[in-house]
Nanobody, 116 residues
Framework: QVQLVESGGGLVQAGGSLRLSCASS????????MAWYRQAPGKQRELVAR???????NYADSVKGRFTISRDNAKNTVYLQMNSLKPEDTAVYLC??????????WGQGTQVTVSS
């Protein structure tokens, strides 16, 4: 069973930065597609960024140029560097993992709050 544990959330002022981490266990991390989603109160869960096993990335238009997803296969960890944060980035950020051998898995989430 895949386990995903997020960390790094918190309260930050607009314009500030945070780095989220997601540690994975229970799967062959190097073949996982990993992603970050977010869900704000009253809104649908949305994809923020995704990185494939080969390192290809894609981002939501709202975060392009501000957020960067990366992975360290040696540490079984995926990161989300978030710069120039805006109040509208406030949400619970959830880690997601999938590969051909396992069903999709979700972490519990970490709260990010950006004050204006």
């Amino acid at each position: 069973q895949v386990q995903l544990v997020e960390s790094g959330g918190g309260l930050v002022q607009a314009g500030g930065s945070l780095r989220l981490s997601c540690a994975s266990s229970g799967s062959i991390f190097s073949i996982n597609t990993m992603a970050w989603y977010r869900q704000a109160p009253g809104k649908q869960r949305e994809l923020v960024a995704r990185i494939t096993s080969g390192g290809s990335t894609n981002y939501a238009d709202s975060v392009k140029g501000r957020f960067t997803i990366s992975r360290d296969n040696a540490k079984n960890t995926v990161y989300l560097q978030m710069n120039s944060l805006k109040p509208e980035d406030t949400a619970v950020y959830l880690c997601y993992a999938v590969n051909p051998l396992i069903p999709a898995s979700w972490g519990q989430g970490t709260q990010v709050t950006v004050s204006s």
